[in-house]
Nanobody, 121 residues
Framework: QVQLVESGGGLVQTGGSLRLSCAASGSISSINTMGWYRQAPGKQRELVASITSGGNTNYADSVKGRFTISRDNAKNTVYLQMNSLKPEDTAVYYC???????????????WGQGTQVTVSS
């Protein structure tokens, strides 16, 4: 019923920038919080940043001042602008959203397929 399509990952040198996008489509009534998580090899998945429908943002301490999350509600899309990238940012990045479907009153959590971000030193 809902698809999340991520794009924008890749290989970049230390200090470089990347912009991730995640577009939601399907039988969507409304989208609540949208966010980005990441998982490095051998580590647990962790929250990178999130943004509410009202635009309130939250960031992991490790990315504050370097990453910016934003959303385009008309396009059901969330973005993650990543600047001053470091090797420790290397991970698979996953989009996460809480969506209310047109078919009912409840919210459901959805995950994107993941996009690899690799920062070389």
């Amino acid at each position: 019923q809902v698809q999340l399509v991520e794009s924008g990952g890749g290989l970049v040198q230390t200090g470089g920038s990347l912009r991730l996008s995640c577009a939601a489509s399907g039988s969507i009534s409304s989208i609540n919080t949208m966010g980005w998580y990441r998982q490095a090899p051998g580590k647990q998945r962790e929250l990178v940043a999130s943004i509410t429908s009202g635009g309130n943002t939250n960031y992991a301490d490790s990315v504050k001042g370097r990453f910016t999350i934003s959303r385009d509600n008309a396009k059901n899309t969330v973005y993650l602008q990543m600047n001053s990238l470091k090797p420790e940012d290397t991970a698979v990045y996953y989009c996460n959203t809480r969506i209310r479907l047109v078919s009912g009153p409840y919210e459901y959590m959805y995950w994107g397929q993941g996009t690899q971000v690799t920062v070389s030193s």
